[in-house]
């Protein structure tokens, strides 16, 4: 009989929190401590090499390969006081989390023998790292087999130990995109110019517009025994079975309750581990679902937040092992028990401090945020299938549609009084626009546009993509994502949106009218083509399912066919008008999408497998054995039909037994064989679609019958950690 099920429950019971040794000093002080950041540009930097690169990072001006060398002699000075001995690139190819390649600071030294410590400009800015292991859809065997990482001046370099990381991007020879930042970076870009344009018909002194983000991250702690315990979780980051816990989410008690000693000993070492790093993390709190919780830092300009996102995921990983738990960055952990997402809260703001997302003083101020929150659904709007497209994956695909996540269909919440408002533009006459002209632009007294007090309460948790206050929350990424994917669509299909009424203003105005009368004449023809979008409603309603396919909003449900929205043409126009990606990236990426969703429902597809017939199965048949054991003692000791009577409940049993067994053994078998099928597809695409119709089902039905065995089967027989054991021990 196996113990192991009761012994790594029974070690788990024991631990004991992990103290951690809390630093002296205040956050304040230990905040960035390895990073350098502007104050150890300018400690380390001579004066000039200091400008150059503040000028470099501020406005997005050409790095010189002279003052790299400079910067790099500063930078060794500093990470040498940390005893660093290796310096890396660190990047995010299209791959899971990040990928370093380190190197020692050694060099040969000219015309000597030996080693110096060295550490040159080309050596910040640019590296090759061998890209043939990384995904690139097929880009790189049609052009060049390298693949180039750079440096990213907007994001500081840091220290991990004995290394310092060096934030890049990694592209192709030919200078494809092979990564996230990438294009990222010049959504951002575009996003800026058409933002800024438009801002400066408000105020003319603007000349950056930047987005912020601030992530909300979800995750789950399980004990590490447990996991290990669990094939499931250590190889593809779920439970493929088990039955629900008797007592699971139902009490409601969890949600910001008191938090466990263990976990809140690993809180507290992340939080200064990343406060040392430069991540501004101000709430934790426990989540809705046992042992899920959440940590959400202040936001930041956009790129940053997306590299801290990265970074803090790895630290929570690895910081987690350190307490003796395995941190749950998986979507949908738990069947029947809350997932774990990333909302993104997502604003933009102008480098005078204006949030472009937030109601102002003034009614000037108010039209501007108007044009900025009707522009922004706009975007949304024409996007809506590709924003979904942002988020979707073949672990995110199980969190999204339920009744505890945003719902498989794009739509926009703006609340009661922006709702109003929209409502009264949209209604507006032309003699109400033009009875505004004449009247000076500042003192302007504009009907349509009441003072707009925004009441934060004003808030609809079933929405994907909801206004709260003084940003946009975007709620459908998924907790184990690279956010910079749905920002890059978010910011792309914003900048796009604003050139359009921008072209379409500056026509009118080319036309005669007054600036005011032509940005709300604009923005009135744009409330009503973004109209499909905005819905206040339940996001989790069968009505709404069919409102959203009247409205024409996209409904598909399939993660491998929603990734052909990249390839439409609206898209490839978009992300090509907007300078952020070309045709080419874009049939690239999607390869690797529709290869990686593949892979990760083959090795699920395998692994249940193995655990159905070595683990299940095998231990269902041994308890059906001792059943049977003694089903036919009680026949020899009893008369006939008293041995019958008695028997009954125990027959009935091994039957239900030999049931499920044959369907699993049955089904596990043509699962094997859909997947052999699956195989021979060529196409990348045609090969997701069909593990996802023909494979994935299979996981679902026979687990089913996996769960019903384990609450039939004996308990100390049971081989895998329980739901409840996973989800209460902590
Ligand atoms: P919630 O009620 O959603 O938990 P919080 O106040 O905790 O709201 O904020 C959640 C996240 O939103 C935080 O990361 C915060 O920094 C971020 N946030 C707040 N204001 C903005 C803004 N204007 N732009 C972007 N992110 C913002
Ligand atoms: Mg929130």
Known sequence: ?????????????????????????????????????????????????????????????RLDLSVADEVAKGMKKWAQEFGVTHITHWFQPLTEGTAEKHDAFIEYAKGQEGLIEEFSGKALVQQEPDASSFPSGGIRSTFEARGYSAWDPASPVFVIGDTLMIPTVFISYTGEALDYKAPLKKALAAMDKAATAVCQYFDPSVSKVTANLGWEQEYFLVDEDLYAARPDLLLTGRT??????????????????????????????????????GI?????????????????????????????????????????????????????????????????????????????????????????????????????????????????????????????????????????QISEVLEKIENSTNEELISIKGTSELTLDIPQIPDLKIDNTDRNRTSPFAFTGNRFEFRAVGAQANCAEAMTVLNTAVAEALTNFKARVDQH??????????????????????????????????????????????????????????????????????????????????????????????????????????????????????????????????????????????????????????????????????????????????????????VQPYLETIRYHVDKLELIVEDELWVLPKYRELLFIR
């Open 280 to 416: 501004p993390c101000k709430t934790r709190h426990n989540e809705v679902a046992p042992n899920q919780f959440e940590l959400a830092p202040i936001y930041e300009e956009c790129n940053l937040a997306v590299d801290h996102n990265m970074l803090l995921m790895s630290l929570m990983r690895k910081i987690a092992r350190k307490h003796g738990f395995r941190c749950l960055l998986h979507e949908k952990p738990f069947a029947g028990i809350n997932g774990s997402g990333k909302h993104a809260n997502w604003s933009m703001a102008t480098d005078n401090g204006t949030v472009l997302h937030s109601p102002g003083k003034t009614k000037e101020d108010n039209l501007r945020f108007l044009t900025f929150a009707v522009e922004t659904l706009v975007g949304v709007y024409r996007h809506n299938g590709l924003l979904k497209a942002s988020i979707m994956s073949a672990t995110n695909q199980h969190r999204l549609g339920a009744n505890e996540a945003p719902p498989a269909i794009i739509s926009a919440f703006l609340g009661k």
């Open 1 to 61: 009989m196996s113990r192991l099920r009761f012994n790594v429950v029974e070690a788990a019971f024991k631990k004991k929190a992990i103290e951690v040794s809390v630093p002296s000093m205040r956050p304040s002080e230990y905040f960035a401590k390895y990073v350098f950041n502007k104050e150890k540009m300018r400690k380390y930097l001579p004066e000039d090499i200091c400008r150059q690169l503040y000028n470099v990072i501020e406005q997005g001006s």
């Open 240 to 277: 493929l079975v088990g039955h629900d816990s008797a007592k699971n989410q139902q009490m409601e008690d969890h949600y910001f309750g008191a938090i466990p000693d263990r976990v809140a000993e690993f809180m507290k070492d992340l939080e200064i581990q990343a406060l040392e790093l």
């Open 509 to 694: 105005i080319a036309n005669g009218e007054d600036k005011i009368t032509a940005i709300i004449r604009v923005l009135r023809e744009d409330i009503k083509t973004c109209k499909p979008i905005h819905f206040e409603g339940n996001g989790y309603s069968d009505e709404w399912k069919a409102e959203a396919a009247r409205r024409g909003l996209d409904c598909e449900t399939s993660c491998p066919v929603i990734f052909d929205r990249y390839l439409d043409p609206e898209s490839i126009n978009m992300f090509e008008s907007q300078n952020v990606m070309r045709e080419l990236e874009l049939k690239a990426r999607n390869e690797i999408k529709w290869d990686t969703y593949t892979k990760k429902i083959q090795i699920e597809a395998r692994v249940f497998g193995d655990m159905a017939m070595n683990q299940i199965i095998p231990v269902a048949t041994r308890y059906q054995s001792m059943l049977i054991d003694n089903i036919s003692k009680i026949a020899t000791t009893f008369t006939k039909d008293e041995a019958e009577r008695l028997n009954a409940d125990n027959i009935k049993i091994v039957r239900e037994i030999s049931e499920h067994t044959r369907f699993i053994i049955e089904n596990v078998n043509a699962m094997i064989e859909a997947r052999k099928v699956a195989n021979r597809i060529e196409s990348e695409r045609e090969k997701a679609i069909q593990y996802h119709d023909t």
